[in-house]
């Protein structure tokens, strides 16, 4: 393996890599064998990122083919993927069907903030689904499958601009360190040092908590939420980049290339990048997933979108909780979406996984 | 008028004799198999906070008043169940024609917790204290609010605070034990409704000099509380203080065997704090607690199938929309005002989010007070006629946008569900082509500094009556240029002034009626709705007359042994 | 081992130097400035002059956030807005709950999850297999406050068997000496009022438990998998050691040894999980006091409890690195 060799620790456990990922981030801290502070999170990560090194078998195909075939055969995959094609179907109709279209005008859809049942909620009681409403109402009367459809968008957008913002900043820091690392001699690697040192600190806290206290700052917004489920996911990025890029600058084409005098730069961005994206979009997946559980908690917490007009199952099912006792329906339609499509990332996030690393696959 | 008041007053007394009566006898009558009133019996009170310390002079929250209500007595206080105000401490009260000179006949016989005894010298004392307190974190206003909204000041008050005025309190004489004579400067609409709460009660000398009561020191946010506060309260009421703990959020009371009135059946009280107010309905439920304040109105039909006691007051509170003219110069054109108060469809909004018996305010005086005028201008729910008043104001679709403020995670007893209110009336205005920005913050600090600062276009607030009378409303609104209405009227100020200084009550409720009908001309804000509050106790609690001002004792209270 | 350690607690000093800058910064982005945050908006102009002056907000940068880090070092994070009582108080009355919840919840996670895993991987394919794996991934997949209140709602309201609200029965009469309530009720010999409070945590300690149970579980099963491929099993079958003498020293207790090792890192689930799930119990612990904190923008609460969870992440993992290289000297040669 062609890890590099002053961030593998000696001591890692054989075993540790094949411990669970989908917990990797989400609520959880990830347990890791112990090494220097702020590395235990860190190491599992970097598994990750030597992947992207590994050498193709023997039978000379691509990483990627192989991992294609892979995925193909994984049931794993395959209920993941699915999951996450309903939800982005959903996530792209959904908004253009509330309210329907006219030619769909039969279908029982409304606009997601039309107070259509108004007249038929009092407090306490919340009329069930019925055959124009098959989700039934909300406390205001306003059709919860519609808003269900259209709170797909939102559900997504979150999940997908906080894992971009997660993505870009934490490639850019990762990057800047693996490249400085890979390339830069004594003032590179002094850099690439602390910037880690940091990264680690952010690594050690539990994402949640970092979400949380970077909302706090931010104030109530659907857009502050985004940037903070995303700063919360930065750190695993920055590292997982930086991983990936030093693993890839010690392979033999690097060499190859700079011996034949390519220029450094368009080494790292010609081909050390390139090379280095399988992993991250593992990383990306799985960090949908969080992001939608996290968005959910911080409404929970009082941090969400404060605009409950515009739906977000997050939100939905944090408003849910005053009504519980007269329709849990209405906790549990968000509740069961958001799991049904987390565990979609989260089921395709580790089959890439294991896909990739040949130390899963026995 | 003093001969009304005793008339009142001993009325009441009869009234509340025939009360405990009746409900004695239904007691027996329905009682028989049931094991009956357990008199060893604890009743769990749920909270929804935690009471800042056992001393009501310092209060101004509800759960603290709710405590302190147990322990002490007040001079004057609420006949349980309704707004009049019967003798409490002092069984009857008289003033002199100028409504300066007010004179208190002391019940007898009463001692306090710690067996000093009951007397004008107590009466004065307290009232001494109230207006002796040193300048510095005692008379800020977050810690001697309801005193300051009574006398206005201090016998000393602390420099550099305009706020301050020469305080209407003069003196207090006791003439013989049982009299206690209080002289104020000038008649004033809060005496002696003001009295009734806890705020007034009045406290054991003995106790309130050996444990320091007045030595609170620290900043008003983070006060450091004297012993008695702490450790020490020491009243009449009807419980004895036992235990405070802070970890378990825990307040303990004990009946007090020496009571004056009807001693309590009930031998402990605690009152504990459970801020979530899902918390509190399952608590209830699951048999933790036996009752609690303020349930959603969304619980109320579960909790009554569950069998649960709900009861709900009387409403003597107004939500209301405000207008803050200045923040926005639309405001300033009354058809803008008008359009909006059109636009609101206030009867949709009660019928699906406030409890049954909530009713759409016309004006800014619940009618459950005298002073309410059954004839003011009204605005009913007519989008139409809102888009017209705005096109002739100037606006055509889209042009007019407002602030619209509203509070998170908050709920009040005029306003259960403030979320929902909101986007109910985000849509309504929406409807008519007003462009809403919605602003949504925090209760405290955010949104209460922000609204009554006048940043808000729109917003939302309301009030719970303090004592029973008009001007506790519209004078709180109305009587003064206030930045969060945003408009001076000086003339009208002064007619409001004039109204809350008239000794005479029957002028007094016909001026006020006047200025209600001249406020919903002029239209400061859209008057929303009166909501029932509830209390809510387990099904074998009962004797706690629900209070329209949230005034429960709960000596009454029967659990019966199940 | 004591140079190791001295070592690792000289590299503390500018993690922590690190970590306070972080605060100080963050402190300085709140909305209003730190005299708003730190007030709130009733703040008086004297009072608010009062801590401009406290906070040296007219002085430079510099001297500013040597003035934070003394505030820091003697534990002064201001006072509750809400309670209006020092912060660090309020932290020490409630810190013993939460200690409590976690406890139990990672008694509950690793009662439930070594055993699991340990089956799982024994039967690897099988239906207990699947359902461990699958069962950990929904777990993950669900956020834990819903988790909590169907919890609630089921074993507390349905089937009414265990207590849903608060940490005792109210008005139970109980001594707390350190308001550890379970410990309490044991050093006072009030058995009735620790099992009163044992009761209590049993709903929100599942709950707080349900991501740790899931890591745990899956380590497990990875670890043990591994082990048992290992040659020195393969050669102990060979030797003809009794498969029980095999699973008990060989395969259990080095499999075990990541999942101990790694235990300590959960406190992170532990303390997320306490954020969300203390107020659906209604637990008075930190994780309430916080979720309250947020709703009334309590910002000296909310810089304590980060100030907090900062400190006590940079202490567990020294004291996961110190008691790893008792257990694994090859640590200490880095």
Known sequence: MTAEPTQQDPTQHPTQDAVDSGASRGLSTQPRPPGPFGQRRAERIDRLAELAATPPDERGESLTRETFKRLRRSPMAIAGSVVIAIFVVIALVGPLLTPPPAWLSFLPLYGPTAEVGLDQIRPGHIPGNSADHWFGLDHLGRDVLSRMLFGARTTLLVGVVATMIGFTVGAAIGGLAGAANALGGRVGRWLDTTLMRGIDMLLAMPPLLLAFSVAAVLGRSLLAVMIAVGVAAVPFFARLLRGSMIAQAHRDYVLAASSLGVRRPQIVLGHVLPNSLAPVIVQATLTLATAIIEAAGLSFLGLGNPDSRTPEWGTMLAQAQNQLSVRPELAIYPAVAIIITALGFTLLGEAMREALDPKLRR | MRVTRRAAAAATAAAMLLLTACAESERGDGGDDDAGADTNATLVFGTEGEIKSLDPTWASDGVTMRVARQIFDTLVMLEPGTVNIVGGLAESWESDETGTVWTFHLREGVTFHDGTEFNAEAVCFNFDRWHNLPPGVAQNPDMTYYWQVFSGGFANNEEGRDDLREPNYVSCEAPDPLTAVITLDHPSATMPGLLVLPCFAIHSPTALQEYDADAVSGE?????????????????????????????????????DDFWGEPATISRLVFRAIPDENARRQALSAGEIHGYDFPSPADWEALEADGMNLEPRDPVNLLYVAFTQESNPALEDLRVRQAIAHALDRQGMVDAVMPEGAEVATQFTPPLLDGWSPDVPTYDYDPDRARQLLADAGYEEGELELDFYSPTDVTRPYMPNPQAIFDLFVSDLEEVGIVVNQVQEPWTPEYLSHVQNGEADLHFLGWTADYPDAYNFIGTWFAGYSPQWGFRDDEFFERMAEAESEPDQATRYSLYEQLNAEIMEFLPGVPISHTPPAIVFAPNVTGVPASPLADERFNTAQVASS | MARFIVRRLLQLIPTLFGLSILLFVWLRALPGGPETALLGERGTPEARAAIREQLGLDQPIY???????????????????????????????????????????????????IPLGYLAARRRGGMLDSLV???????????????????????????????????????????HVTNLFVLDGILTREWDAAWDALVHLILPGVAVASIPFAVIVRMTRASVLEVLGEDYVRTAEAKGLTTRVIRGRHVLRNALLPVVTAIGLLAGALLSGAVLTETVFAFNGIGRFVYDAIRNADYPVLMGFISFIAFTFVMINLLVDISYSIIDPRVRVR
């Open chain 2, 220 to 256: 008003a946010d983070a006060p450091e509380w004297p012993p008695y506060a702490t450790e020490h309260p020491t009243g009449t009421g009807p419980f004895k203080f036992e235990s405070w703990d802070q970890a378990a959020q825990e307040v303990t009371l004990v009946r007090n």
């Open chain 3, 133 to 175: 794996v699958g069962g950990s991934m929904i777990g993950i997949a669900t956020p834990v406050f819903f988790l909590a209140f169907v919890l609630k709602w089921i074993f507390g309201q349905n089937l009414g068997w265990l207590p849903t609200i608060g940490r005792q029965t109210p008005g139970i009469n109980a001594t």
């Open chain 3, 63 to 113: 001297i500013q956030y040597i003035r934070y880090l003394r505030q820091l070092l003697e534990l002064d994070f201001g006072t509750s807005t809400q309670t209006r009582r020092p912060v660090l108080e309020e932290f020490l009355t409630r810190f013993p709950g939460t200690l409590e919840l976690a406890v139990v919840a990672m008694v509950i996670a690793i009662a439930a999850g």
